[in-house]
C-alpha cells in the first residue's frame, strides 16, 4: 500500500508543529523520520493516525485522497499504529488487549476469546514473536509488550505500520529483536515508518530517511550517510558526538553504600551485599543489563526500596533510614529511568514539575502560601536554558514530547546544588543534540565537585562519560573496572564473569 501526505500543516496556538509537510511512503519500504524532539514527527503521525485533524493538507492511500476522523477511519484503510507509551490494560492477557475494540463475536453477540487467542498465536509463529496469548500484560518485560502493540495492529491487517519511537525503553538486547522483526515485516510487503531520533538505529534498518527539523522537511538521507552529517541535519549545527571531559579532580569519599541488600515482595534477592563508594568530583558508571539489579540499586539509594540489610552514607550522614524527602534535601539529585512513574506528575503544569523537589521552600513558598510568579520566573529561566521546547509553561507536562518531558527533569534536578547525583538512564528519549548538551551537563556537575553515579544500558555512554565503571550480574557487582577497559571484557562481565576470571582463563 503506498502513502503520501501532501502539505500537513499542524498548529497548537502560536506553535507550527508541522509546517506544509509532505511525505510518500512506499509499499515493502521502512521509511524513517528523523528529527530532534519536538521537531514534530509524532504530531504527524498522530494526524496521519486520525488522532489530530489538519488544519491544512491532504492524505492519499493508493493514490486515492483519504480523510480521517479517527483511529478507527485510519485502521479501515490499513494503517496501524505502535505510540511510545503502550495503549495495553495490564490486567488484561495478550488475547483480550489484542482484541479489544475489535472482539471478535459468535453466535449471539458472545466474545470468542479463542479467535483472538488463535490470532495470536498465528502471528506469533508467523514472525516468531515468542508470545503467549494468555500471559498477563502487566507480567510481560517492556520488550515483549511491544510485540504484543505490534501484533494488535497486525491483526486488524495493517498494510502501514508506525512506529513511534519504538526503542525508547528497550534494552539494546530488545532493540536488535525489534530490527530483525521490521525487517521481517518489510519483507513481508508491510510498509512502515520509523519515528526515531537514533541514528544507530536508522542507519541499520531504514530504506529511506526523511529529516524534519522544527516543523518542516530539511530534506531526504541516505542510510550510508554519517553520523555527523545525520545530527547535523536533525539539529542544524554540528554535534559533538563523542564526549570532552578533562582527568577527573578526586576529593573525599560522598557517598558509601556497605553490604546493602534488597529483597523484593516475592522474595526475590534484587541487591546482593553490594559495596560502593563514589568520591567528590568523581562518575561511577553502573553497566550491565537491564534486570540485573540496576533499576532498585538508585530506587535504594533514594529511599523508594527498604534496606533488607547494610548502611548508606552521604556526607558522613546515614541515609539508611532517612526518608525521601529529607533524602533530597541532603542535596541528592536523582533522574530516573521511568520518567513517567516516578520523575514527573502528569497533570501538573510544567512549570510546577520543575520545583516539584522544592515547592514547599524559599523562594518558591513561604509556610502555605506558594508564589506562582517566582515558581513561572524559575521555569522561563530553565526552560530556556535547557531549550524545553514548549507552547506554554503552564500547559501540563504530559502535553510534551517525552524527550522534552525528559529535559524538564534534568534541569529540574541539576538546578540545584547537590552532593550526588544518581542519573539512571538520563537521555533516554532525547535527540543527539540533547545527549550532547546532558553528557556536558553531568561532567560539567562532576567538575563541581559533585559525586554522580551513572546507570545506562547505553555501553557508549558509560564509557564516554566514567571516571570508574562497576559492573553488575544479578544483584551483585562483578567488579570495578577502568572506562578503557576492552569493550569485550566488559561484555564478558555483563555475563557474571570478573575480570580476574577472564585473564585466569587466557
Known amino acids: 500500500m503506498k502513502l503520501e501526505l501532501r502539505g500537513i500543516t499542524k498548529t497548537f496556538g502560536p506553535l507550527v508543529a508541522n509546517d506544509h509537510i509532505d511525505l510518500v511512503v512506499e509499499p515493502g519500504q521502512i521509511h524513517a523520520l528523523l528529527g530532534e524532539n ?30 480521517f476522523k479517527g483511529p478507527g477511519d485510519a485502521v479501515a484503510a490499513g494503517i496501524g499504529m505502535v505510540h511510545q507509551h503502550f495503549m495495553l ?47 498477563l500484560i502487566e507480567d510481560l518485560p517492556v520488550g515483549a509488550q511491544q510485540r504484543v502493540e505490534i501484533i494488535k495492529a497486525l491483526s486488524r491487517d495493517a498494510k502501514v505500520l508506525i512506529l513511534d519511537e519504538p526503542t525508547a525503553v528497550l534494552t539494546p538486547q530488545e532493540t536488535d529483536e525489534l530490527i530483525a522483526i521490521m525487517r521481517q515485516l518489510r519483507d513481508a510487503g508491510t510498509a512502515i515508518v520509523f519515528i526515531t ?5 536508522v542507519k541499520a534498518v531504514a530504506d529511506c530517511i526523511t529529516v524534519i527539523r522544527r516543523g518542516k522537511v530539511i530534506g531526504q538521507a541516505s542510510p550510508e550517510s554519517t553520523d555527523s552529517e545525520l545530527a547535523a541535519a536533525m539539529v542544524g549545527r554540528a554535534v559533538k558526538l563523542s564526549v570532552e571531559k578533562d582527568a577527573p579532580q578526586l576529593g573525599e569519599t560522598v557517598f558509601q553504600m556497605s553490604q546493602v541488600s534488597v529483597v523484593n515482595y516475592a522474595g526475590h534477592v534484587d541487591l546482593d551485599h553490594v559495596d560502593l563508594a563514589v568520591r567528590s568530583g568523581e562518575i561511577l558508571a553502573i553497566a550491565g543489563v537491564q534486570g540485573n539489579g540496576q533499576t532498585e540499586l538508585c530506587r535504594a539509594i533514594l529511599g523508594l526500596e527498604p534496606l533488607a540489610g ?23 539529585g536523582y ?10 506528575i502528569a497533570s501538573f503544569s510544567i512549570a510546577e514539575n520543575m ?7 524559599p523562594p518558591f513558598a513561604t509556610g502555605v502560601n506558594m508564589h506562582p510568579k517566582v515558581v513561572m520566573e ?13 507552547t506554554s509553561l503552564q500547559d501540563p507536562i504530559s502535553t510534551l514530547s517525552g524527550g522534552n518531558q525528559q529535559k524538564v527533569i534534568v534541569a529540574r534536578e541539576l538546578s540545584r546544588p547537590l552532593k550526588l547525583l544518581v542519573a539512571s538512564q538520563p537521555t533516554r528519549g532525547l535527540d543527539v543534540g540533547s545527549i550532547e548538551f546532558v553528557h556536558q551537563r553531568i561532567v560539567q556537575q562532576r567538575d563541581m565537585g559533585t559525586a554522580v553515579i551513572l546507570v545506562s544500558t547505553e555501553l557508549d555512554e ?34 557474571g564473569v570478573s575480570a580476574e576470571e577472564q585473564e585466569a582463563d587466557k
Not at 197 to 201: G, I, M, Q
Not at 355 to 361: C, E, H, K, S
Open 462 to 495: 558509560v564509557v564516554g562519560l566514567a571516571d570508574r565503571i562497576a559492573v553488575m550480574y544479578r544483584g551483585k557487582i562483578v567488579g570495578v573496572v577502568p572506562p578503557d577497559t576492552p569493550r569485550n571484557v566488559l561484555g564478558l562481565m555483563m555475563a
Open 355 to 361: 520545583i516539584l523537589d522544592l515547592y514547599d521552600i
Open 197 to 201: 531520533h537514533k541514528l544507530r538505529e
Open 335 to 344: 533522574i530516573p529511568e521511568d520518567r513517567s512513574t516516578d520523575g514527573m
Open 310 to 332: 547494610g548502611k548508606m552514607t552521604l556526607d558522613g550522614k546515614d541515609l539508611t533510614k532517612m526518608k525521601v524527602k529529607d533524602r533530597l534535601r541532603h542535596q541528592l
Open 89 to 135: 490494560v495490564p490486567v488484561f492477557t495478550v488475547a483480550e488487549s489484542v482484541a479489544l475494540g475489535y472482539e471478535p463475536t459468535k453466535a449471539l453477540g458472545r466474545l470468542d476469546l479463542q479467535a483472538a487467542r488463535k490470532k495470536v498465536q498465528e502471528l506469533s509463529a508467523q514472525f516468531g514473536f515468542d508470545i503467549d496469548p494468555d500471559a
Open 38 to 67: 519536538g521537531a514534530g514527527k509524532s504530531t504527524l503521525m498522530n494526524v496521519l493516525y486520525g488522532l489530530y485533524q489538519p488544519d491544512a493538507g491532504e492524505i492519499f492511500v493508493d493514490d486515492e485522497k483519504v480523510s
Open 378 to 390: 524559575n521555569a522561563s529561566k530553565l526552560q530556556e536554558e535547557f531549550d524545553v521546547r514548549v
